[in-house]
């Protein structure tokens, strides 16, 4: 099918991005619930920082192998791995930091999203990613709102939802573009 914004080869690397980053992400998220579940006393920052880390380092080899034309999409594995980082860096009892980093992922990854979804808009279904960015601000304005009474189970939970909606949403993405 033709595009008016993209060629075929364009479409195919969206494709090709979407289907490899949301198998992933949905595997990382998976096992981030699963984790937190099965051993909730695992520090915060150690696991939210490894679970981004391996997330952001995954988009970003994608992004980078894949060719994608917009810049925009450098800016989610930038943001992830910058807040993994950030994570890992901060002792655990500085939770405030841990919190603006998590809603700093959040929000900037959500308008990413957005962002990224009005580029790709001709192609059939880019409405899913707009979906993610929208799931990703509404659980950074939950957390924000909510931030007092949320603890750290609750809060890896999230992040870990988060990731595997996001590659959920990319792997229906992959499946329907023709």
Do not use: C
Request: hydrophobic fraction near 60%.
């Amino acid at each position: 099918m033709k595009y008016t914004m993209f060629d075929d080869k364009d479409v195919l690397s969206i494709k090709e991005y979407a289907y490899a980053v949301g198998i992933s992400f949905f595997i990382i998220g998976l096992l981030g619930i699963l984790t937190d579940i099965i051993f909730p006393k695992i520090p915060f920052n150690l696991f939210v920082g490894f679970l981004l880390f391996i997330a952001g380092a995954i988009s970003l080899y994608f992004t980078y192998t894949n060719n994608l034309k917009f810049s925009i999409k450098f800016l989610q594995p930038f943001v992830i791995l910058t807040s993994s980082l950030v994570l890992l860096a901060v002792p655990a009892n500085h939770e405030l930091i841990s919190l603006l980093s998590i809603l700093f992922y959040l929000f900037l990854d959500g308008f990413a999203k957005l962002i990224f979804s009005q580029a790709i808009r001709p192609i059939p279904f880019w409405n899913y990613i707009s979906y993610s960015g929208a799931l990703s601000v509404v659980l950074a304005l939950s957390i924000l709102i909510g931030w007092e009474i949320m603890n750290s189970w609750l809060l890896a939970f999230l992040i870990s939802v988060n990731i595997l909606f996001d590659g959920l949403m990319l792997f229906i993405l992959s499946k329907k573009i023709i």
